[in-house]
C-alpha cells in the first residue's frame, strides 16, 4: 500500500480513505436507527471556521513523521466494520498530533475503556477519554449505505430520530460534545443552556462534515467559505481541545424532555431552531415551551393539559408561520452566501487550475435539495458544479476535475 511521510499539520489536511464497500448482497440491509427521536431546540454550529482559526494558531513542528495511506483494501459490510474504518483511519491516524498538541495522554477507545456509570444496554461506538480514562466525548457510528445525515436533514422527524440516539447518550453522560458518524458524513454536536430560558437547554450541530474533504485555504473570514474546505481531521482536532478544556454538560433537563420513543411527539411542522445570537420574541418562546410540556407530560403517563381546540389550532399555525419563515430565510441566506462563495472564487485566480481533468461524469439533479449529484456505487454523492471558459461546468472531488455530463431524466 503506497504511503508518505507527513508533517503533523499535513496529517490534519488529508481527507480520508473511500471506504471499500462490496456489492449490496454483501452488506447490511437494513436500518439502524433507534426508536428514539430528540424533541428540544436545535441550532446550527459552525465548527469548521472554529476549527480552522484554531489550527492556524497552533505552533506545529516541520517534521516528517507520519505516513498517510492513500487506499483501503479492507471490505466493509456492517456497522462494525465501519468502526473499525474509522478507528483506524480517523481516530487512530491523528491520536499522535492530539497527544502532541491537545493532552499526552489523550485516547479514543471504546465505551468499556471509560469511567462512566450510565448504565446503557446499548454504549456509544466510539469515545475520547483522558489519560486516567475520564469520558470527553461519545461518539456514535452507522453504515453509510443505510444512513444519510445531509438527506436526513430535509425530514424534521427522521433528522430528529437521527440525533435521538447520540443525544440520549450525551445527556446520560453529561458530555458536552459528541459526534455522529456514517464515515463519509460526520456531525459534530454539543448541547448548551438555553439562551433565554432557565432549566432548559440546546443540541447544536454543525454541518455535514465529508470524509473526502482536501484542505483549501479560505481567502476571508467569512463562515459559509469555510464550507467544505476543512478536513474532518481539523473538525477532530478542534474537537479533542474543546473537550479536554470543558467535557462536562449538567443538562438538568428530564431525559423523557430530552428525547422521547413516541414519534407522534415530534412536532413535523416546527423545526425549532433557534440562533444563540438573536433575541427571540418571550410570547413566541412561550407557545413553544408550552406545547412541549404538554407533549411531555402527554408521552409519560399524565394527562393533557385541557386546551381549546381554537386555541389550539392557533398554535400550531403560529408555528407552521415561524417554521416557513425560517425556511425561507434559510433559502435567502444560502442564496446570499452561495453568490459571496463565487464572487470569492473569482477573485482568485481560477482556484482550480492545476487540478488534473478526468473523464465526463454523468449528473443528476435532486429538486428537493436543489444539488446536483452523480451516483458512486448506487449512492448520491452531491456536488458544486463550477464553469470553466473552455470545457464548460464541472466538479472537483478527490483532487480532480469532472466534466459535468448533465441528465434530462
Known sequence: MASTLLTDKNVLRQPL?????????????????????YLQELSQWDIEREARLYSKSVDWEDKNLWQAMEKERLYCGDEHSVVGRFNQNLCHSILGVLRKYVEPDICFGDYKCALSDAGFIKVPDVVLITGKHDLLVVGEAKTPWMHDIDHAQSNNVLFRQYLGQIANYMHTTQSRLGWFTTYEQTMFLKQVPHPKRKERWVLCHSPVIRHDVKYQEVSKDISTLYRGRVTLRECFLFLAKEASESPR?????????????????????????????????????????????DNSHEGIGHGKTETSSDTQQSQRRQIATRSSTRREQATVEGSLQAATER????????????????????????????????????????????????????????????????SNV
Open 17 to 37: 480513505p473511500d471506504l471499500l464497500v462490496p456489492l449490496k448482497k454483501y452488506r447490511t440491509r437494513s436500518s439502524a436507527l433507534h426508536n428514539l427521536w
Open 249 to 293: 454538560a449538567v443538562n438538568t433537563m428530564s431525559p423523557l424532555d430530552w428525547v422521547t420513543q413516541i414519534q407522534k411527539l415530534v412536532d413535523d411542522e416546527d423545526d425549532k431552531y433557534i440562533s444563540l445570537d438573536e433575541n427571540e420574541d418571550e410570547s413566541d418562546s412561550g407557545v413553544v415551551a408550552s406545547h412541549d410540556r
Open 343 to 406: 464572487l470569492s472564487i473569482r477573485e482568485q485566480s481560477d482556484p482550480f487550475s492545476a487540478l488534473e481533468w478526468k473523464l465526463p461524469v454523468k449528473v443528476f439533479f435532486d429538486k428537493s435539495k436543489e444539488r446536483w449529484y452523480h451516483k458512486v456505487k448506487e449512492r448520491k454523492v452531491y456536488v458544486e458544479l463550477h464553469t470553466d471558459p473552455d470545457r464548460g461546468e464541472f466538479f472537483v472531488q478527490s483532487g480532480f476535475r469532472y466534466p459535468a455530463n448533465k
